[in-house]
């Protein structure tokens, strides 16, 4: 039985740690390499880099904090963000990095999946899916206020672009099954309706694009507690990633790895 992982995630802006709410209300988490050492003395199973504003900045990855990390970690780490070509992911790899996350980039041109499978293998290869639930509109024939009730649509998200800012009509369950399709080795599912409220990883969602791709699906968005984690896993995660319950001293690595083996979860426990 292979171990489920547990991944600190980080998302980096200007070169420093920071964590939001729902994308937005964003704020200091800590310094890259400080933070990256911490995590891996924990026993993180992972890390995970995410440069949340290199797509909407139309740059490419600061290599600065890329080369602090690969130097603070014994243990994979994943760099995403602004990564649009096979050149970046080479040059982002060479630095240290073990795997590439790609979101925007690969949503705008599907075949950049299958030529990054290709060129690095797909265990490579990561595709970032930000998903928000769809709204129905409810038009009501009598209103004097015009205004129309709106409330979540059942079993339908959305795929958004550039950390969260730009809606894409893209089904995200019909997304994360040809981003498989096309090589990617793993799926990173962001739910951007629970992204740091501490609610909970928002299980139908996680659940359905699980049952159906055939890769290892990464649980993300709104962990609050250490049954949050475990809920994870039972939805369908092969590994489950957390922000601020670390980022913030909630919980430690130890605490959620013994947490979960307590409750009968396969996790690596650091010697």
């Known amino acids: 039985m292979l171990?489920?992982?547990?991944?600190?995630?980080?998302?980096?802006?200007?070169?420093?740690?920071?964590?939001?709410?729902k994308f937005v209300d964003i704020r200091d988490a800590g310094d890259v390499g400080d933070s990256a050492a911490a995590y891996d003395a924990a026993g993180a199973d992972e890390v995970v880099f995410?440069?949340?504003t290199a797509s909407?900045?139309?740059?490419?990855?600061?290599?600065?904090?890329?080369?602090?990390a690969a130097e603070a970690l014994s243990v994979p780490f994943?760099?995403?963000?602004?990564?649009?070509?096979?050149?970046e992911m080479r040059e982002v790899l060479l630095l240290g990095a073990d795997k590439i996350s790609i979101n925007t980039s690969a949503v705008q041109r599907p075949e950049l999946i299958s030529e990054a499978a290709e060129s690095f293998g797909s265990q490579c290869v990561v595709v970032a899916i930000d998903a928000k639930k769809k709204m129905a509109t409810h038009r009501h024939e009598?209103?004097?206020?015009?205004?129309?009730?709106?409330?979540?649509?059942?079993g339908r998200w959305e795929v958004h672009v550039h950390g969260g800012r730009t809606a894409t009509g893209i089904?995200?369950?019909?997304?994360?099954?040809?981003?498989?399709?096309?090589?990617?080795?793993e799926i990173l599912l962001t739910s951007m309706d629970r992204d740091g409220t501490k609610e909970g990883y928002d299980l139908e969602l996680l659940h359905e694009v699980s049952s159906r791709v055939n890769i290892p699906v990464i649980a993300s968005g709104g962990v609050g507690t250490m049954a949050h984690l475990k809920e994870g896993i039972e939805a369908g995660a092969?590994?489950?990633?957390?922000?601020?319950?670390?980022?913030?001293?909630?919980?430690?690595?130890?605490?959620?790895?013994?947490?979960?083996?307590?409750?009968?979860?396969?996790?690596?426990?650091a010697q």
């Open 56 to 68: 909407a900045d139309a740059r490419a990855i600061r290599q600065d904090w890329v080369k602090r």
């Open 238 to 269: 092969s590994a489950v990633l957390a922000a601020s319950i670390f980022h913030y001293g909630q919980f430690t690595i130890p605490d959620v790895k013994a947490y979960l083996k307590k409750n009968g979860i396969h996790v690596r426990i």
């Open 50 to 52: 995410l440069d949340i």
């Open 78 to 87: 994943t760099v995403g963000g602004g990564l649009k070509s096979i050149e």
């Open 171 to 185: 089904d995200a369950v019909e997304w994360a099954e040809e981003s498989a399709r096309r090589g990617a080795g």
């Open 3 to 21: 171990a489920k992982r547990v991944i600190p995630c980080l998302d980096v802006r200007s070169g420093r740690v920071v964590k939001g709410v």
């Open 142 to 154: 009598q209103t004097r206020t015009g205004v129309h009730n709106e409330t979540p649509e059942s």
